[in-house]
C-alpha cells in the first residue's frame, strides 16, 4: 500500500498573524505535485509547518501520513516515518562530514526502528555511499568535506538531493530548492530528483516561485497558493500560463469572486 501525505483544512499561524487560511491537499507516494504562489503567499509556512517548526502554530486541520498525526510529531519522528524536507537554505555544519552525517541519520531511523540495532557497518555504508553518488553523478571527494560548509548553492542543494537518496523518504518536499542555483545546477539537482522518483517511486512536493524548475521536474498536478489559500489547481498546463500571464489575473479572479 502507497503512502499519502493529507492536509485537511489546514490552518497555521505565525507570531499570532493568521498566514495560512485552509489549506487542503493530497500528495501521494509515485506522484509529483507542484505549489506555485508569489512572495508571502504561505508557501514556505507550509513546509516549515509540515516539518515540525515550533515558529509555526497550527490552529486548526490536521495533517495525515500513513494514518498518523504529523502536527503532533516531532521533527525526527517525521523523518523516521518516510518524511524529508529539502531546505531552501540549508544550514553549514562545520567539522561534520557529508559522509559522517548520512551514516549518523541512517543509524537513528535504524535505532528508532530497533534499539539493539547496531548501525550499519561501515564497509555496507561505504558501498552504499558510493552507489548513490555514483547515480547522481557525485564526485566522491564530496563525502569528505564538511556538510555545507564553503559550499555552493548548488553543492547545498545536491547535498540535499544525496540525503534523499540515501534516506530514502515515502515524501519528499522541496521548498523552493531552485532558488539561487543557475540553470547547470539546476539541470543537476533536478535530475538528481527525478531519478530518485522512478528509482523509488518516492512523491514529490515542489514548492517554487517559477516555472523554471518545472521545465526539468514535471509535475503531474500543479496547485497555486494566493493569500493563505490554495485557489487554483490543474496539470503542467497552469504553471506554464503563470509563466506566460504572472499571477494578478487569478489575484484579480478571487479578489473579485470573494467581494
Do not use: C
Amino acid at each position: 500500500m502507497s503512502s499519502a501525505l493529507e492536509i485537511k483544512n489546514l490552518h497555521v499561524n505565525v507570531d499570532d498573524q493568521p498566514i495560512l487560511k485552509g489549506i487542503d491537499l493530497l500528495v501521494k507516494q509515485g506522484e509529483i505535485h507542484a505549489l506555485m504562489g508569489p512572495n508571502g503567499s504561505g508557501k514556505s509556512t507550509l513546509a516549515y509547518t509540515l516539518a515540525g517548526h515550533p515558529a509555526y502554530e497550527p490552529t486548526v486541520g490536521e495533517v495525515i501520513f500513513d494514518g498518523l498525526d504529523l502536527l503532533e510529531m516531532s521533527p525526527d519522528e517525521l523523518s523516521r516515518i518516510g518524511l524529508f524536507l529539502a531546505f531552501q537554505y540549508p544550514i553549514a555544519v562545520p567539522g561534520v562530514t557529508v559522509a559522517n552525517f548520512l551514516r549518523q541519520s541512517i543509524n537513528a531511523r535504524r535505532r528508532a526502528e530497533d534499539s539493539e540495532d547496531k548501525g550499519i557497518a561501515i564497509p555496507e555504508f561505504r558501498r552504499l555511499l558510493i552507489e548513490k553518488m555514483d547515480a547522481l553523478s557525485i564526485d566522491h571527494r564530496f563525502a569528505g568535506r564538511y556538510l555545507n560548509d564553503g559550499f555552493s548553492g548548488g553543492e547545498k542543494k545536491r547535498a540535499e538531493i544525496l540525503q534523499m537518496a540515501t534516506l530514502e523518504p515515502k515524501i519528499a518536499i522541496m521548498d523552493e530548492t531552485d532558488s539561487g542555483l543557475d540553470i547547470d545546477a539546476l539541470r543537476i539537482v533536478s535530475e538528481g530528483a527525478n531519478a530518485l522518483h522512478e528509482s523509488s517511486g518516492m512523491g514529490l512536493l515542489v514548492i517554487t516561485h517559477y516555472q523554471r524548475i518545472l521545465n526539468y521536474i514535471e509535475p503531474d498536478y500543479v496547485h497555486v497558493l494566493l493569500g493563505g489559500r490554495i485557489v487554483e489547481s490543474g496539470g503542467p498546463e497552469l504553471a506554464l500560463g503563470l509563466e506566460e500571464k504572472g499571477y494578478d489575473w487569478l489575484r484579480e479572479k478571487y479578489t473579485s469572486e470573494e467581494a
